[in-house]
């Protein structure tokens, strides 16, 4: 987050910039021709849009149904935008309460757990006054959360509590902001708390994209320069891993719970660049954080 005012000091934030994490030059990232990436862009547009105006028919299906139509969707916008879907692991059927928690990498996170394991999403609430992504994500049921109002988040929790014990499942990303793909931030605790309360298991998921660099949305990136970016990829592979659910009966609070989810996440990065920006960053601070993503 740049500008005259510095963020709160309680927010996350992450050293991956766009210029020097996502828009990497080179054959790492080769590009398709400028014809097709506009194809790809209206396609994924359209796709987004028919979404918005069908929503409304499908809220009244019976969960299964409408957990269904959702994946289709969400896998028809990531093939929309060229971007391959690549799964490991075996999702929980529908009606088991779980909460997702998931590494963050870019908007593109939000379909591709959809694809999988759809849920209701928690997410800043700037996420809401989005073009396009905004009406999609609030007809979704997301959970928004204002982040510069630290008072607000119990509420949020309460509302992931009790969403959890209807028996649905609750997707958050606990870094609070997007990394790059070559590292990651630490999972804040609050979150796992709706999981304690209502006796849900935390479902561990680790997102991948190959390359990281076009699909990353970080620092002051903006949404447009995002989605050209993606188009403009010739290919892009989104991979998620479903891990072993976390019973959180076993752990004392949910700092312990965090913990774990964390460390099971991270040991999934297989793949991680041994060498990454970030080495290099700890020796220059980066100046921005990822202010304008999903969280």
Request: glycine residues 8%; hydrophobic residues 55%; contains cysteine.
């Given at each position: 987050?740049?500008?005259p005012t510095a963020p709160s000091p309680w927010l996350p934030t992450a050293p991956c910039t766009p210029g020097?994490?996502?828009?990497?030059?080179?054959p790492a990232a080769p590009r398709c021709g400028t014809g097709r990436a506009v194809l790809r862009l209206t396609a994924g547009l359209v796709v987004v849009l028919l979404g918005v105006l069908l929503a409304?028919?499908?809220l009244p299906l019976p969960p299964a149904r409408r957990a269904l139509l959702v994946r289709l969707w969400c896998r028809t916008v990531l093939r929309a935008f060229g971007v391959r879907l690549r799964i490991s692991g075996t999702p929980a059927p529908v009606g088991v309460p779980l909460l997702v928690v998931a590494n963050h990498v870019s908007w593109?996170?939000?379909?591709?757990?959809g694809a999988v394991l759809p849920g209701r999403m928690v997410a800043k609430r700037e996420v809401r006054g989005w073009p396009v992504l905004g009406p999609v994500a609030a007809l979704g049921g997301t959970?928004?959360?204002d982040r510069d109002r630290i008072r607000s988040l119990p509420g949020t929790v309460g509302a992931m509590t009790r969403a959890?014990?209807?028996g649905g499942r609750v997707v958050v990303f606990p870094e609070g902001s997007t990394w790059c793909g070559t590292a990651g931030g630490a999972f804040r605790r609050a979150a796992f708390q709706a999981?304690?309360?209502?006796?849900?298991?935390?479902?561990?998921v680790r997102i991948a994209y190959r390359p990281a660099g076009p699909a990353a949305f970080v620092g002051e990136d903006t949404l447009g320069a995002s989605l050209w970016r993606i188009a403009r990829a010739r290919r892009i592979e989104a991979g998620i891993r479903v891990l072993d659910p976390i019973s959180g009966t076993r752990y004392a609070d949910r700092r312990a719970?965090?913990?774990v989810a964390q460390s099971t996440v991270a040991s999934e990065s297989a793949n991680r660049p041994s060498a990454s920006v970030h080495q290099w960053e700890s020796v220059k601070p980066a100046s921005a954080s990822s202010a304008r993503t999903p969280s």
């Open positions: 987050m740049t500008g020097r994490c996502a828009a990497h030059p080179g409304p028919a499908a593109l996170d939000i379909p591709l757990i959970l928004f959360i959890l014990a209807d999981a304690l309360d209502s006796g849900a298991a935390v479902q561990p719970l965090a913990r």
